[in-house]
């Protein structure tokens, strides 16, 4: 196809731009917020968005990458839905000559390379979300140690990432048990399915670690369901930081919450004309994340998405 497999496709200098923006799916407030960031964000400056959502598909996220490559877009944002299945779309925009920068999820690092077969990520550290709050835990479990965990997406970046920071930390820091861990898809209905499931199966558990909000809530309708006091009997641990989150932080169901930004527009399309300019763009372009407990949440709550 004439181009260097080693090259990164070219960002042609122009006013304004055709992109295209593959979400993964929008049954949660934080996509939700993520995708308006985005569409603002390409309003504000004149840019042309060709928005699609896969629905939760990674198979319908690779056809929507391909109609976009169709269509002739400049480049392309991507929020990966899961680290493998998306490899492929990555790799038909680089044969297309299309630049892809990856938002918020990432794909495979053996089998794709920023700088080479994408620009960039940027997004959270999800490593370090994981193990902020397995920290928070070691210093506030007030003898709290049996843990449910409810996964995020099979084979999603931040779900993988979440676990391993949190895992390590909580088997360094010795004393804590990891009774269960088990994906609830990231999604509330499913998060409390999973979590009425596993309270059955270990009644003596008494902290549920959920990789996001949406987990989180169905949790505290699984834990009430149970008979239990969430804050109370079961310590409810989640990552996101959305107003209904923080609002249950207020409250003293959800004893944490570790803030997920989901506002990229600004950053995703600065980085699109800095890449244009010639400029050399670093492979990782890590988010700054809050954190949210008791002792804030109530002054936060105004500001949180
Ligand atoms: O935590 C979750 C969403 O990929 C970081 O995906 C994102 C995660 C976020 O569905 O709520």
Not at 73 to 81: E, M
Not at 157 to 177: C, L, T, V
Request: charged share 25%; glycine share 8%; hydrophobic share 40%.
């Amino acid at each position: 196809f004439g181009l260097n497999a080693q090259e990164l496709p070219k960002l042609e200098k122009k006013e304004t731009y055709k992109v295209g923006f593959a979400q993964t799916e929008s049954n949660n407030p934080w996509r939700i917020a993520q995708t308006n960031s985005m569409k603002a964000e390409a309003e504000k400056l004149g840019h042309q968005l060709v928005y699609t959502d896969a629905a939760g598909s990674a198979a319908k996220q690779v056809s929507d990458v391909n109609s976009m490559i169709a269509q002739g877009v400049d480049l392309i944002f991507l929020a990966p839905r899961e680290e493998k299945p998306l490899i492929p779309a990555v790799m038909a925009a680089k044969k297309a000559g299309i630049p892809v920068i990856l938002l918020d999820r990432s794909v495979d690092p053996s089998l794709a390379k920023a700088g080479e077969d994408y620009l960039t990520f940027i997004g959270s550290d999800f490593v370090e979300e994981g193990r902020r709050m397995a920290e928070w835990l070691i210093k506030n479990a007030d003898g709290k140690t049996k843990i449910i965990q409810l996964e995020g997406t099979t084979g999603s970046s931040p779900a993988n990432d979440r676990k391993k920071g949190f895992d390590e930390a909580i088997q360094a820091a010795g004393g804590f048990e990891i009774v269960a861990s088990q994906s609830g898809d990231f999604a509330r209905d499913k998060g409390r399915q999973v979590a009425e499931a596993l309270l059955q199966a270990h009644p003596d558990a008494n902290v549920i670690y959920a990789h996001n909000d949406e987990m989180a809530i169905g949790a505290i309708s699984a834990v009430e369901a149970a008979g239990k006091v969430p804050g109370k009997d079961i310590l409810i641990l989640s990552i996101d930081g959305g107003k209904e989150a923080v609002q249950a932080v207020v409250d003293g169901k959800i004893a944490a919450v570790v803030e997920c930004n989901p506002r990229f527009g600004p950053k995703a399309f600065e980085t699109m004309m800095r890449y244009a300019n010639g400029e050399t763009i670093a492979p990782i372009l890590v988010n700054e994340d809050k954190f949210y407990d008791a002792s804030n949440a109530a002054a936060e709550l105004a500001n949180a998405y």
